[in-house]
């Protein structure tokens, strides 16, 4: 079971880094387009810069999972290096907080995507409010996992090569 469940996940984060990598590909293409129709062309794109935040957004809850996954969230360093034969305890009392805290972002993300679902996003209105509101708790869906994975196969190389 914990294979499968690793396996699973190591796939999900092939996939979410290449997405996020995407995303910042396509962030700074955009940006660049806005750069250029604004002061080359004096045309400035309207809805780029609405859709560069928006894509950010998901860029940045994608990252998230990677930090999740590699035990770089915010850390407990001087505990964990301290702690000896309480190092797993330990663990699994941060895993747990980052799972509650993570509920609270899915509870709530998915409520405000859903009450937003009928506004539209200005300068796009053909992408509704809730495609925004949306990465929140998809985005940490994704990191739950990601914690779980760190805790069942804990990557703490920033403890090792620290000084």
């Not at 396996?7 to 979410?16: D, H, V, Y």
């Not at 590699?70 to 360093?77: K, R, T, V």
């Not at 409520?111 to 949306?134: K, N």
């Amino acid at each position: 079971m914990k294979r499968q469940f690793l396996a699973f996940e190591r796939g999900l984060s092939w996939i979410i880094v290449r997405l996020a990598c995407v995303l910042l590909g396509v962030i700074s293409v955009l940006g660049l387009l806005q750069v250029l129709s604004r002061f080359v062309i004096n045309q400035p794109l309207t809805w780029s810069e609405v859709l560069i935040r928006l894509l950010m957004v998901w860029m940045i809850m994608l990252g998230a999972v990677v930090a999740f996954r590699e035990g770089a969230q915010i850390s407990l360093d001087f505990m964990f290096r301290k702690s000896g034969r309480f190092q797993r305890p330990l663990h699994f009392l941060i895993t747990v907080i980052c799972v509650l805290f993570l509920s609270v972002l899915i509870w709530y993300g998915f409520d405000l995507a859903w009450r937003t679902r009928f506004q539209e996003i200005g300068s796009m209105e053909f992408l509704p409010m809730s495609v925004g509101y949306a990465a929140v708790p998809v985005g940490a869906i994704f990191c739950v996992i990601a914690a779980i994975a760190n805790f069942l196969d804990p990557r703490r190389s920033e403890l090792e090569t620290q000084q």
